[in-house]
């Protein structure tokens, strides 16, 4: 069975790669596997249907026809675990990587996800350029810590893996900041991990599924 995944119908970054279906459109690209895509609506996320799949009414979601699983970080480390391509096969190096990807989620992601979304909800408060200024020293903290540990390496540990993925997804949502410019080898690595054939096809696809709910909004007759 084809797996399908779940994304916005008209997703709030307006396809510009940042939700976090990406991760898993990127994930099924590199490992070369087909897959379909079921688009929601914000008020199809929490209806019945869709928090059986997500407790959280929350994408992405993954089903293939044998379990239906939530969570990006979880979806890409089942994918990588039973398909070769995104995990070493040496055991010491496998669980390396996937080390790396709880610290993108959980060390990396968590300053950099509020950074991002100060921006958006909190910008007009009076205290905003407060809180901006003290959540980029915590990004900038994460960051030189991960540019010191990178080095003049390509990869975060040996050849690219499901951590450089999920690590990357997370820097990129720093780019309306240009933080990372202030790094050059993590700006060099992110520019690497984004020229693969693999992320362009999936970005492609994200990009498409926003253009098309977007002309079906406009083809909606107003009322």
């Keep these: 069975m084809t797996p399908t995944i779940t994304a916005f119908e008209r997703s709030p970054d307006r396809g510009r790669g940042l939700a976090r279906d990406m991760r898993i459109r990127w994930t099924l690209e590199e490992l070369g596997l087909p897959y379909q895509v079921r688009t929601l609506s914000f008020a199809e996320l929490k209806q019945p249907p869709h928090l059986a799949r997500n407790p959280f009414g929350q994408i992405p979601t993954y089903e293939d026809g044998q379990q239906t699983l939530f969570e990006s970080g979880a979806i890409v480390l089942h994918l990588a675990e039973t398909h070769p391509g995104l995990l070493p096969g040496d055991s010491h190096a496998r669980m390396r990587a996937i080390a790396w990807m709880f610290a ?120």
């Design 104 to 223: 993108a989620l959980n060390t990396v992601e968590p300053p950099v996800f509020e950074r991002s979304l100060t921006e958006v909800l909190e910008r007009e408060e009076p205290w905003h350029a407060q809180r901006a200024a003290t959540l980029d020293q915590r990004v900038h903290w994460r960051l030189s810590e991960l540019s010191r540990h990178l080095g003049d390496a390509d990869w975060l540990d040996g050849d690219f893996s499901a951590g450089d993925l999920l690590m990357v997804t997370v820097l990129m949502r720093l780019e309306r900041f240009g933080m990372v410019n202030d790094y050059p080898n993590l700006a060099a690595y992110m520019a690497r991990a984004t020229a693969r054939p693999a992320y362009r096809r999936a970005f492609e696809a994200q990009l498409q599924t926003f253009l098309s709910g977007e002309a079906e909004r406009d083809s909606t007759p107003r009322s």
